[in-house]
């Protein structure tokens, strides 16, 4: 069996990346999002109690309890942490002796800690996958980077019984996002999804579309088509390759799930999310797969002896096998026809949702004893590995490291079980009630999370898009213009990725649903009537770029408008838009409008933030 040292160090180097990029990222906003002028003021969600210190921290897990200690109030505290996480996650992308648990144990306390106060601005999936991730990168980041002369000379050998058992906790976090994230596409009944119409919709109603979705939204619809095919075959059918005995087949998904992202990424800017699935998916490699050794060559030839011979053969008719199965499934199940007349491979959906809901009742549990047989098989070969430790003192150590984290590899799977159960509520009924009860103890630590992403498809008739407007006089309208989210129709759409403007993606959330739905807006029209430089760096870097720099204006509107791709042919424009109503109402400071919704949402009135 191939090693999986050089994979754990890319996953360590990776999620160290990518704490680097959501630290970086939040540090710029934090001012206008949670400073004392900002939106929603960070200060508000830590008020003492009257409880003890401990309780405190454990029931709102977050550091920033410790800020008064050090002279500094919420927000200058969520700043330190940001800047020393940015920092200490750049130290461990560069150097691997910082690649050590300690350092990953505070990246993902830091970033526990922005989230219990980040609150609508945080309420992304991909902040939770973050956050669980790095609470396994904990368990995989070595206490010694070289055990010994051999390892470090060699870096290949000599691994260590318990190494392998936390980083097959990341294969199994890919599976439960991948499949997850395909299987809620169709439980939700969205009606693209189940058509197939899907991406005909996605790259133009998307939150921030690239130039390339401009490109991707004006290919044929039969392509579409087959492209939410493809997605399906990815997120359901290829997951549970993940824990195929046949390295080829793992090798494919995970080929398979790199196309995929790498395509969401040329067409969206969707932040660190698809890097940090990226990440995950290294857990489907090996050394022998990340090296030029010699020993590869040898590999590809016919074995000598016939036991070899008899196992080469059967594993290349199983893989045959899946394969074929895979491409029959999708021929069946979506009635995929080639047109040679128009140059086009048609499909269709060729089953209903009763029988989806069937199949899901049937595949869901033998997919918990997949992973129960999996893990199963890690901990036998850890144990194996461990008898082959020589000397006694090694071998204490060694079955100490092997206890510890069994132990947690195992409760962690069992948290992980309920959230991944969601998928199906009869699963969920049927799990052993001591994995709910362990799953309800830590889940304020979110160290296991459901997923299911793009369930279903917004904006069928128009992305919806809301556009802030200011005026001095109540007559004149300017419209204020966001540096990420479309606006401007002549403007193209940026390339933002590592970065998440959480702003300009809320903004997007809001164009969904009545003002109400969202409070946070109310704040944001407050704060740009009172002229707060932090919450206007928000929605232009170049506060030049603001029409109301040298003066607040007098009265804030937002209007509510639709919004698609332009046709080729259509020189200088990216967008076409048409108004549909008004969003919120004219306002200006001292209104009594706004001093109710203000009252009405918790929010001070007046030009103090909430205390």
Not at 211 to 225: D, G, I, Q, T
Not at 299 to 315: E, G, N, Q, R
Not at 334 to 348: C, K, M, N, T, Y
């Amino acid at each position: 069996m191939a090693g999986s040292r050089l994979p754990r160090q890319l996953f360590l180097q990776g999620v160290a990346g990518v704490f680097m990029f959501a630290f970086a990222s939040l540090y710029t906003q934090i001012p206008g999002l949670y400073g004392p002028e900002g939106i929603l003021p960070a200060r508000r969600m830590l008020r003492p109690q009257g409880k003890g210190h401990w309780q405190q921290l454990w029931e709102t897990p977050t550091l920033l309890w410790e800020a008064p200690r050090l002279g500094l109030d919420t927000a200058q505290g969520l700043e330190l942490l940001s800047l020393l996480g940015t920092v200490l996650a750049l130290g461990a992308l560069l150097l691997r002796p910082l690649r050590h648990p300690l350092v990953y144990l505070l990246l993902w306390a830091a970033y526990l800690s922005a989230c219990q106060v980040g609150q609508v601005f945080f309420y992304f999936q991909w902040d939770s996958l973050l956050l669980e991730t790095g609470f396994l990168a904990v368990l995989v980041a070595p206490l010694r980077q070289f055990p010994n002369r051999k390892q470090a000379q060699g870096g290949l050998t000599g691994a260590l019984p318990h190494e392998g058992l936390p980083f097959w906790l990341v294969r199994w976090l890919l599976f439960r996002l991948m499949f997850a994230s395909g299987v809620v596409k169709l439980t939700s009944r969205c009606p693209t999804w189940w058509g197939l119409t899907a991406l005909t919709y996605h790259y133009e109603t998307q939150c921030l579309p690239t130039p390339a979705a401009w490109l991707a939204h004006h290919l044929p619809v039969w392509l579409h088509k087959l492209s939410v095919v493809a997605t399906f075959l990815i997120e359901i059918a290829v997951p549970p390759l993940f824990f195929a005995p046949i390295r080829r087949l793992r090798l494919a998904a995970f080929y398979a799930q790199v196309l995929l992202q790498v395509l969401i990424i040329i067409t969206g800017n969707y932040n660190f999310f698809n890097l940090l699935t990226l990440v995950l998916t290294t857990a489907l490699l090996d050394d022998q797969h990340l090296t030029a050794e010699p020993g590869l060559g040898r590999y590809k030839k016919t074995p000598t002896s016939w036991p070899k011979a008899l196992l080469t053969t059967l594993s290349l008719l199983l893989e045959l096998a899946v394969y074929g199965l895979l491409a029959y499934g999708t021929v069946h199940y979506f009635g995929l026809e080639v047109d040679w007349q128009e140059h086009a491979i048609h499909s269709r959906t060729t089953f209903t949702f009763h029988q989806f809901s069937q199949w899901l009742k049937t595949v869901t549990l033998p997919t918990v004893w997949l992973g129960v047989a999996s893990l199963a098989w890690e901990l036998l070969t850890a144990l194996w590995r461990w008898t082959q430790v020589r000397g006694w003192l090694p071998k204490l150590r060694a079955a100490i490291q092997l206890s510890i984290l069994g132990a947690a590899t195992v409760a962690l799977f069992l948290i992980s079980l309920v959230p991944y159960s969601y998928v199906e509520p009869e699963t969920h009924g049927r799990l052993w009630t001591g994995a709910h009860r362990l799953s309800g103890a830590v889940g304020h630590l979110q160290l296991a999370n459901s997923y299911g992403l793009f369930r279903r498809m917004t904006g069928l008739g128009g992305r919806p898009e809301v556009v802030l407007e200011g005026s001095y006089n109540g007559h004149h309208w300017t419209e204020i213009e966001f540096m990420y989210k479309p606006g401007n129709v002549s403007r193209p759409p940026p390339v933002v990725v590592p970065h998440q403007p959480r702003l300009d993606w809320q903004m997007w959330f809001a164009a969904l649903g009545p003002h109400t739905h969202s409070p946070w807006f109310t704040s944001l029209v407050l704060r740009l009537l009172q002229g707060k430089e932090p919450v206007i760096h928000l929605i232009q870097n170049n506060i030049t770029r603001y029409p109301f720099h040298k003066q607040p204006p007098a009265y804030i509107r937002a209007q509510r408008y639709k919004y698609w791709f332009s046709q080729p042919g259509e020189q200088s424009r990216w967008w076409r838009r048409q108004w549909v109503e008004e969003f919120f109402p004219p306002v200006s400071l001292g209104d009594p409008a706004l001093e109710t919704l203000l009252r009405q949402f918790g929010l001070q009135v007046g030009g103090c933030p909430p205390g």
